[in-house]
Structures are given as structure tokens and as C-alpha cells.
């Protein structure tokens, strides 16, 4: 006669798994980590953290050899970018025009995805990419296709000390903030400009001509 099984229906084996890695260390370790999270995950919900508004109002809407005018999202950004803060304007210099969509996800981290994948989503097909240096880093530049029109976006976030184009660095500075209740640092802001006519701007006078927006 066979022995019995712990559970009707279920082999030996398999009733007596979940006992042997509840006992075993990862799965201590394991129960450790989830008692951390969850609690963690709840508190994050009611904990205020400093958000970057006042980093944001801070850019004026005319440098000296810029001048920017605010616009209203479209119906499709405001459910996009939902609880999140957003400034959207058009640039207007002498090294060219642009829309700049500047976005921080400190209310909605969700609302800050890959730049990449939101062109993708929109219909435009995304050819060569090249890195542009910065004063405290480096941005991304994307060259775009959509039929017979091209346009090019240049983006990176910024924490007010370091300017990077990494998707996966925000995600773990921004994890990293909640963990810490925000004294791991500044929330990074999302910049994202888009050449605004057929000819685009020549970015790196651009960004010369506009240290405020360096500075956020």
C-alpha cells in the first residue's frame, strides 16, 4: 500500500513543497521582504513627498534669447499624465522652435514612461538616436518618422544635480526616494523638447542659449 498524500489528490511531494521553502532562507528572507513592502507600499500612499513644482515655476517664460508661450494639454495628455504636474510650452529662439513638455511624477509616478515608447505609441517610427552632452550629464536625441514627416525630440531627466537619458536610473532614483521618504534626494523631472516646424532646431545652441532650463 502506498502512503497516504497530505492533501486528497496532491502527490507527496508537492504537499510537502511549500512547508520545505517556508523553512528553507529564501523563503524566510522572503517573508521578511513582504512584511517590509507592504506596509511600505501602504505608507507611500499618505506620505507627502516634496514634489518639484517650485522647480517648475522657476523656468521663466522669457530668457534673454528665449521666449516661451504656455499651452493646454490636449484631452489625450491629461489622461496620459493624469495626477502628475505638467508645463507645456512652445520655445521660440533664434537657433529654432520647439514644444516643450516638462513633467514631474511625484503624484503619479506612472505617468512617466519612456519617451521612446510614447512616440512609438503615437505613430511615429524612431531611426537613429545619438547622445548630446549637457552641463551635468547627457540628453537623447531621437530622430522621428511618421509617412512622409520627420521631426526630431530631445529628452533626459533631471534631479537638480545629475542630467541623465536612463528610463531604468529614473525608475530606481524615483523607487529609491519613496523608500527613503524622499532623503534620498530632489523627485527627477522629465524634459522632453520636439522641433516645433519642418527644420529642426540646432539643439546645442538651443541648450546654450537656454541655461534655465539647465538649471532645473
Not at 529654432?96 to 511624477?105: C, K, N
Request: with cysteine; net charge positive; charged share 15%.
Amino acid at each position: 500500500m502506498s502512503a497516504p498524500a497530505l492533501h486528497p489528490g496532491v502527490p507527496l511531494a508537492s504537499a510537502a513543497r511549500p512547508a520545505i521553502l517556508s523553512r528553507s532562507p529564501a523563503g524566510k528572507w522572503l517573508g521578511v521582504a513582504f512584511a517590509i513592502l507592504v506596509p511600505l507600499t501602504l505608507t507611500w500612499q499618505y506620505y507627502p513627498l516634496p514634489d518639484g513644482s517650485a522647480r517648475m515655476d522657476a523656468l521663466p517664460l522669457k530668457a534673454a534669447l528665449v521666449e516661451c508661450q504656455n499651452l493646454p494639454l490636449t484631452g489625450a495628455e491629461q489622461a496620459t499624465f493624469s495626477k502628475a504636474t505638467v508645463v507645456k510650452r512652445l520655445v521660440v529662439a533664434s537657433a529654432g522652435s520647439a514644444i516643450l513638455t516638462l513633467i514631474d511624477g511625484t503624484h503619479d509616478r506612472h505617468a512617466v514612461h519612456d519617451p521612446t515608447y510614447c512616440f512609438r505609441g503615437a505613430g511615429w517610427a524612431v531611426g537613429a538616436s545619438e547622445q548630446v552632452p549637457l552641463a551635468r550629464g547627457s540628453a537623447r536625441l531621437l530622430h522621428l518618422r511618421n509617412g512622409g514627416e520627420t521631426a526630431e525630440a530631445l529628452y533626459w531627466f533631471t534631479d537638480g544635480n545629475e542630467q541623465f537619458a536612463r528610463p531604468l536610473l529614473y525608475w530606481w532614483k524615483t523607487t529609491l526616494r519613496r523608500l527613503t521618504f524622499g532623503a534620498s534626494g530632489p523627485e527627477p523631472l522629465l524634459v522632453v523638447l520636439v522641433s516645433a516646424s519642418a527644420s529642426p532646431p540646432d539643439w546645442p545652441a538651443l541648450l546654450k542659449a537656454w541655461p534655465e532650463l539647465q538649471s532645473l
